[in-house]
């Protein structure tokens, strides 16, 4: 494990931005991302698929849309360790630990309570789950050192659009600017900008769903709430 960066230890006294944050993608291959979202694309259809140690092109597929939250973690470990293990060998460990359940075709989650303790138990982080998450909330986390895996609508990564629903997808929000800018990194984003993007936090608030998992990188934080299951959907 490497040293924290100050923006870990920030104590909450001011608006913290965690640097550097990798903008990772659940899509194997950035570029197709448009492709996927707006055109059909099958995303199995990937020549970079391997890359995330799925043990086959079409498992890769049938699992790739679900897999925003597994990407946040990755986001965050690496933010701390300046490395993290393959995105498979996280979704395994989630899925073992019941924060993905799977009945037939149907996969189900991220659940949240199995995966705080999953983070908790495997990966050393403090983990917080938040059914009930307003604005204000969101806006107390960060500056505490914390990361936040919030559900956002997919649609977030156009943002001029005002969203049909709430939820569906994960974000890593990893800061709040002075400016009150919420700065997050979208793992479905299909340009750079929507990848690593910065919304005013009343915008960003029409597409929150009002719900999340916080998660401390600090050691002494290691404890995970207890609350009620709750899907990122």
């Known amino acids: 494990m490497s040293p924290l960066y100050p923006c870990c230890n920030n104590p909450g006294t001011g608006p913290v931005v965690h640097r550097p944050v ?11 991302i448009h492709a996927i979202a707006y ?29 925003c939250g597994m990407v946040c973690l990755q986001m965050v470990l690496t933010h701390r ?3 993290a293990p393959p995105l498979w060998d996280l979704r395994n460990g989630a899925l073992r630990a019941g924060a993905y359940t799977v009945d037939g075709n149907e996969i189900r989650g991220l659940i949240y309570q199995p995966f705080a303790e999953y983070v908790t138990d495997t990966h050393g982080l403090g983990a917080a789950v938040h059914p009930r998450m307003n604005l204000d909330d969101l806006v107390t986390e960060t500056p505490a050192g914390r990361m936040v895996m919030v559900s956002v609508a997919t649609s977030i990564r156009t943002p001029d659009v005002e969203p049909e629903r709430r939820g569906g997808h ?3 929000v990893h800061g709040i600017d002075g400016s009150g800018r919420v700065h997050f990194t979208n793992p479905s ?4 900008e929507s990848r690593k993007a910065m919304l005013p936090l009343a915008q960003f608030g029409q597409f929150f769903a009002g719900r999340g998992v916080s998660l401390d990188l600090r050691p ?12 990122a959907v």
Not at 62 to 67: G, V
């Open 189 to 192: 984003g299909h340009t750079r």
């Open 81 to 83: 360790d300046s490395i």
């Open 220 to 231: 002494a934080s290691r404890t995970t709430s207890s609350t009620p299951n709750s899907l």
């Open 170 to 172: 994960l974000v890593l």
């Open 22 to 32: 990798p903008p990772l993608t659940q899509y194997a291959s950035p570029d197709l």
């Open 39 to 67: 055109k059909g694309h099958d995303p199995a259809d990937d020549p970079k698929w391997a890359r995330t140690g799925a043990p086959t092109r079409e498992e890769y597929g049938r699992w790739c849309r679900h897999l």
